[in-house]
């Protein structure tokens, strides 16, 4: 075959890639992650029966922001990270914001508050299940995130895989936020934090293999 017949025939087989496919195939992946994590939440929990109270307060609102900010900006490194060759230094950097910002107004508050209740306001009720609810909680969202970043291509494998776990992680953060009855910014600061870390870091860990080209 000659060279320009080959040509001919590779620029008669084009089809046509709609606009942002990257967005719109993690976007997609992110209202499947969000719609199966609530079910398992749902199945595993139930609905509190003190919901509609929950709603009227104000803390359960503010609760959402980290969640809310950490899916926002991971979402958008998620997005740069499944592509190759793309500047990720301020996606990370956006990331980083709603974890310092939490930690930093958590210290704050331990500080202001009397040492003898310090502990009880880290610890909370449920601080021995709260991470692990979470991170399993995490886990339909990170296969469907990492099925997603699977389609795209990424190169930077490991780092790929943890975008795709702090993604996730918000995610089951936020669905959890739903349930949990604690309202204390720093439980928040460390074991909702904690919870978004280790899957990240298991994202991290099942990327080189999962993601290999």
């Known amino acids: ?27 997609r992946a992110l209202s499947v ?53 793309v500047p990720v230094k301020l996606a990370w950097f956006a990331v980083t914001l709603p974890f310092v910002t939490l930690l930093l107004v958590a210290a704050f508050i331990l500080i202001a508050t009397p040492p003898g209740y310090r502990l009880q306001l880290m610890l909370g ?3 021995r299940v709260t991470t692990a609810n979470i991170v399993l909680v995490s886990l339909p969202s990170l296969a469907v995130m990492m099925h997603a970043m699977k389609g795209l291509a ?36 460390i074991w909702y934090v904690l919870a978004v870390v280790t899957t990240a870091g298991i994202g991290a860990s099942l990327a080189p293999f999962y993601l290999r080209w």
């Open 154 to 189: 990424p190169t930077r494998l490991a780092l790929a895989g943890a975008g795709a776990g702090l993604l996730a992680g918000a995610q089951g953060s936020l669905v959890y936020s739903l349930y949990s009855s604690e309202m204390s910014v720093p439980f928040w600061g």
């Open 125 to 127: 009720t449920t601080w």
């Open 1 to 27: 075959m000659r060279t320009s017949d080959l040509i001919h025939r590779l620029a008669n087989s084009l089809t046509p890639i709609g606009s942002n496919p990257v967005s719109k195939r993690l976007n």
């Open 33 to 85: 992650g969000l719609a199966s994590s609530t079910a398992l939440l749902v199945v595993l929990y139930g609905i509190r029966s003190d919901m509609p109270d929950l709603l009227l307060t104000t803390m359960f609102w503010i609760r959402l922001t980290f969640p809310v900010a950490t899916l926002m900006t991971s979402l958008k490194l998620a997005g740069r990270l499944g592509r190759p060759g």
